[in-house]
């Protein structure tokens, strides 16, 4: 399915404000309130609107340190990227882990309360993660941009 210009003003404004009432976003993008309907079953049916969140705060629910962990494993072999991915999808902490191209062999985004907290965090899980060579962490000091809005032409 090829998206058009309405679609993308959909997905536009979904991703800004996913709560948008569906009489709402039709008059945004000009379409009637069904045909509207239609094209949001449709773009959910092909995949492109892949769920629907609530963004928390992190401030609010106080986790407002922001750790970035490189990790580096002790060999490239499935059974030791599988384990690993399997082990690191079962922290609660963990917000993102990403396979990397470099020297490093995963990325991880880490939420914490504080330093100490991390050190909490980094004991009990990250320390005994399978196949863990080495481990470099990196704390965020400020969030200059954060968004979950692709980018679409």
């Given at each position: 399915?090829?998206?058009d210009e ?41 995949g492109y ?14 986790r407002k ?89």
């Open positions: 399915m090829q998206l309405t679609d993308i003003r959909i997905l536009r404004a979904l991703q800004k404000e996913g709560r948008i009432s569906n009489a709402e976003l039709s008059e945004r993008v000009n379409l009637s309130q069904s045909a509207c309907h239609r094209r949001i079953q449709r773009l959910e049916e092909e609107i892949s769920g629907y969140v609530a963004l928390l705060s992190p401030e609010k629910i106080g340190t922001v750790v970035y962990v490189e990790i580096t494993l002790s060999g490239q072999k499935d059974e030791i990227l599988s384990a690993f991915e399997e082990a690191v999808a079962r922290v609660p902490d963990v917000m993102e882990c990403h396979l990397m191209a470099g020297a490093a062999d995963y990325l991880l985004k880490v939420v914490a309360k504080d330093a100490e907290d991390f050190a909490r965090i980094h004991r009990r899980y990250l320390a005994s993660l399978p196949g863990v060579q080495g481990m470099q962490s990196s704390f965020s000091l400020k969030s200059v941009l954060q968004t979950t809005a692709l980018p679409l032409e």
